[in-house]
């Protein structure tokens, strides 16, 4: 019998899911697999199962459309066998601010932030009440720096950072380990899909590098994993600065230099 918990992981069709897929198979964990390609899927599960004999399901999903949702949420709270969720599906867009139609900010907004809270909603009670468990978030190193000027994507990504330094304060006492990892840019389909020629980034990850990072990150039980940044203290340096600003908020009265007008 398979002692390691089943991973449930989104956006497993290609990418970073599929690499995070192939590496937790070779590690002996089962899997759960959700994105809306089934094809794509169950040909990556009939791959995995062969190559490392663990046990891959399919669960076909549009993390945007509220049923499948549902059903994905429905899988994580009721199934005890799932401990670990890659919270990966996500959607980035090209052109600025002025450029993007209600629709599409909708569905980025959407997938990248409702769908994953809700998912991590759906099994935090559960792996509290067991005392163990993880929830892997994945972020963006463009929720740091609204100067990308993909500022919708940025938000999404700037959410999930701190849902996830949220959930670590919360969770963690009880046992249960919450990542946000942060990649840069990485070698997938996410930008072709958003309509971005890749050739034009300076300088790409690939894929394999960016998930073996943050699995190192994930086996020291790091609450944030940022692979491409090279300098950790400058991390720790914008915490502590961060935590600065908040000791300076006197929430009684307005600071002095908002006393007079002018
Ligand atoms: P990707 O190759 O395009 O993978 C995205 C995955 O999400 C696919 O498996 C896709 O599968 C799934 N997906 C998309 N829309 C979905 C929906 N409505 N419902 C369910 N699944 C959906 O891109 P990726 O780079 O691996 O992206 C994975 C995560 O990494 C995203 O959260 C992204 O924001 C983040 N990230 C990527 C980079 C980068 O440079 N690549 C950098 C920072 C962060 P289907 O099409 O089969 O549904």
């Known amino acids: 019998m398979n002692v ?8 497993a069709s290609s990418g970073i899911g599929a690499v995070y897929a192939e590496r937790f198979a070779r590690r002996g964990h089962d899997l759960l697999l959700v994105a809306r390609d089934k094809a794509r899927l169950d040909t990556l599960a009939e791959r995995l199962r062969r190559e490392s004999g663990v046990a891959v399901e399919v669960l076909a999903a549009d993390l945007t459309q509220r049923t499948d949702l549902d059903a994905v949420e429905a899988r994580l709270r009721d199934d005890a066998r799932i401990g670990i969720l890659v919270n990966n599906a996500g959607m980035a867009q090209s052109g600025g601010f002025t450029e993007q139609t209600s629709d599409g900010i909708e569905r980025l907004v959407t997938l990248n932030t409702i769908a994953l809270t809700r998912l991590a909603a759906a099994v935090a009670p559960r792996l509290a009440a067991a005392g163990e468990g993880a929830i892997i978030n994945i972020g963006s190193v463009v929720g740091l720096a609204p100067e990308f000027g993909m500022s919708v994507y940025g938000a999404t990504k700037a959410f999930v950072l701190f849902l996830s330094q949220g ?18 840019a990485t070698r997938t389909e996410i930008w072709e899909r958003a309509g971005i020629d890749i050739t034009t980034l300076p300088e790409v990850m690939d894929v394999g590098e960016l998930v073996d990072a943050a699995l190192v990150g994930f086996d020291r039980r790091e609450a944030v994993t940022i692979p491409p940044l ?6 720790d340096a914008l915490e502590a600065s961060r935590l600065g600003v908040l000791s300076n908020i006197r929430q009684a009265q307005a600071a002095d230099r908002y006393r007079s007008a002018g």
């Open 4 to 11: 390691l918990p089943t991973v449930l992981i989104t956006g």
């Open 167 to 184: 959930l670590t304060l919360e969770l963690s006492p009880k046992g249960v380990y919450v990542q946000a990892v942060l990649p840069a």
């Open 230 to 235: 090279h300098v950790a203290e400058s991390w």
